[in-house]
């Protein structure tokens, strides 16, 4: 059987962390930040992690994180 191809995109934007969580960046962090309250900026700049319904998916695009 072939070895399977990281998705290259899914790499750049998924870390997987010693507990085999897999951590992500949050959306609505890149532009338009004027109007936005300085708690939504802080609460934006903390990682986020991969729901549970997403795992599987994930871990197929990534497999050898």
């Known amino acids: 059987m072939p070895k399977q191809k990281t998705h290259r995109g899914a790499a750049k934007r ?4 010693a ?3 897999i ?3 949050k959306a609505y962090r890149n532009h ?3 109007h936005k309250t300085a708690k939504q900026k ?4 903390s990682p ?3 729901d549970e319904t ?3 998916v994930i871990r197929k695009l ?3 994180m």
């Open 14 to 17: 998924f870390r997987v962390t």
């Open 42 to 45: 802080r609460g934006l700049r």
């Open 19 to 21: 507990s085999g969580k």
């Open 48 to 50: 986020g992690f991969v």
């Open 23 to 25: 951590k992500r960046y």
């Open 62 to 64: 990534i497999p050898y």
């Open 32 to 34: 338009m930040l004027g």
């Open 54 to 56: 997403q795992v599987k």
